[in-house]
């Protein structure tokens, strides 16, 4: 999440904004609990994905019912865990042991992280997501049909992609822990500390009793990339893909979960925050010239 939200309704209090949050996830666990219980005996990734679908389509009638498609949010860091243990848990699955236990305890430090993240950002119910809002005023009477699909449903099904490697390196056969592992649990681990600090970061600036409307953050790691957060995303993923490769060789299909995820923060996150910069902060572009979108490089010279 970036620098702002955009108020649009009555004020909520966020410990009852949080509660409201809350029940729609337990009812979106429920669901999800409840199908994939019916399908059992089908494959796991077939399980998985309707299950996902399941929670996803809860998700989203709750966030009709508030008005507020901010409700999704959690979802994208919350929903991972469970399905990687539900891979490594499912009949036919026989991962290594340390892999296992490898993944799912990354897998579990990125989301909490990430959740405990949103919440200490998120004023509550009473505002949306900047990027919702513009959706919003942009579809008119089609808004919530572009939510269901564009903004619940569409990083959903990135992020099973994204998940999909996980299936990989839990498979029956796969090779014994390497080095490749232990590349990939550095690049992980690598990945949540970048994106921790950037997080910390900016939810300092943010927070700075003074600041300027117009005022760029360009300290720290923001010094040497515009989005450092989005870069240790993107890296955490991919590290996930080295542990498939590091099962099986065979499994770089599964290139196609953190390919779709970098393309995702790339081609639409990326360039709409950087619009978005360039019209409310006039320092932008100059800032832009000097420093990279995304990997963490020196600053260029004016």
Known sequence: MHEDETSTRPLRSRSSSLLLVGLSYLAAAAAALGLG?????????AVAAAADAAATAVVFAFSLLYDNTSNYDPYWSLAPLPIAV??????????????????????AAWGLRLTWNWIRAWPG???EDWRYAD???RSGRAYWLVSFAGLHGFPTLVVF??????????EPGS???GWLDGLAGLVMLGAICIEAVADSQLHRFVSRPGRRPD???????WRYAR???YFGEISFWWGLYLFALAADPASWWCVFGPAAITIMFVCVSIPMIERRMRARRPGWTAHARRSSALVPLPPRKA
């Open 37 to 45: 219980l019916a399908l059992s005996g089908r494959h796991p990734l």
């Open 86 to 107: 539900y891979f490594g848990l499912a009949p036919g699955a026989e991962p290594q042991p340390v892999r296992f236990w490898l993944v799912t305890g990354l897998i």
């Open 125 to 127: 119910l009473h505002c």
């Open 135 to 137: 959706f919003r005023a």
């Open 161 to 170: 992609g994204g998940l999909v490697p996980v299936w990989a390196a839990f």
């Open 175 to 177: 090779r014994p822990l």
């Open 215 to 221: 005022e760029i953050l360009d300290t720290g790691l």
């Open 227 to 229: 989005h450092p957060n």
